[in-house]
């Protein structure tokens, strides 16, 4: 049976045929892509490239796309936050599973190697800032997820039991969601680093426990994901997209892994003074790893 047309409200395009917020063609993306949200970053990955092939800006979506090491690779800018992590991942999963032209799925799944590098705050006080992390897990404290069917083998279901008994969310929350990452990404690029959950959060000031001027609803999240354990996982991070990726990514067939260089403790309050040379070094790592 023929696939049905995917209509031009729910997958629009741009009078070029690229894809509506990434503006991209096909023939413009790797299947070896590293995401970061800054798009000031982007160059700063690219710069490592044998050459650069493509370079693709609407708004704060920046995309590099060239070869390293004989392999093509595209570096992203994806903004800050779950709800531009939706846009992403969908986007550049009809990129390649899509036929654009015709508005249909294609037959043949293609799998993509989604590698996150950020910035992030610890959550242990033993790992020090400045050094690198990898998310085993990703726990959403987002919500987004919840709007999908999600197959139901994708989450780990005893591991989110213990963990709303840990936490008891109030009710006006929404509920929280634990997906593993790749083991195949997390042993190619992330086997030397701390390794553990990655909390991802819908904002950075209240969601994440700072207070301003607004006080907090639930003033004691981060002691409780503080002091999390389930079968000797803890909750290492937390930041605003990685819950998204591994949900998303990982139900349509991609394989994901976020790493960060933790800037922050937020358990001994220690903030990295000058954190760029440390991303800079992780972004040398993850790329010749991945190109290896």
Do not use: W
């Not at 279901?157 to 990404?185: G, N, T, V, W």
């Not at 960060?260 to 003074?273: G, P, Q």
């Not at 760029?276 to 972004?283: G, Q, T």
């Amino acid at each position: 049976m023929m696939e049905p047309i995917i209509e031009a409200s729910e997958m629009p395009l741009n009078a070029d045929g690229s894809i509506y917020h990434l503006h991209l063609q096909p023939e413009q993306l790797a299947h070896n892509i590293i995401l970061v949200g800054d798009p000031g970053r982007v160059a700063s990955v690219s710069k490592y490239f044998d050459h650069i092939d493509f370079k693709v800006q609407n708004r704060e979506l920046l995309t590099h796309t060239g070869t390293l090491n004989g392999k093509p690779v595209t570096v992203l800018s994806t903004g800050m936050g779950t709800d531009n992590i939706d846009i992403v991942i969908n986007e550049l999963d009809a990129l390649v599973n899509v036929d654009l032209k015709e508005r249909r799925r294609k037959s043949e799944h293609t799998a993509l190697n989604l590698i996150r590098i950020g910035t992030s705050g610890s959550f242990q006080a033993e790992y020090k800032i400045n050094t690198f992390c990898a998310a085993r897990y990703g726990l959403g404290l987002d919500g987004l997820l919840n709007y999908y069917s999600i197959p139901e083998y994708l989450y780990e279901k005893d591991m989110m039991e213990a963990f709303d008994k840990h936490i008891q969310l109030p009710s006006r929350f929404a509920h929280p969601y634990i997906i593993r990452c790749s083991d195949e990404l997390l042993q190619k690029v992330a086997f030397d680093m701390h390794q553990g959950i990655t909390a991802t959060a819908p904002g950075f000031f209240g969601p994440q426990g700072r207070v301003v001027r607004l006080p907090l609803t639930f003033p004691q999240q981060n002691s409780l994901l503080e002091s999390f354990e389930y079968k000797g996982e803890k909750v290492i991070n937390m930041e605003m997209e990685t819950s998204a990726l591994y949900g998303l990514g990982r139900s349509l067939g991609h394989n994901c892994l976020t790493t960060c260089v933790l800037i922050a403790n937020r358990v001994t309050k220690d903030f990295s003074e000058d954190y760029k040379p440390h991303v800079e070094r992780l972004i040398q790592t993850v790329l010749e790893r991945l190109t290896a």
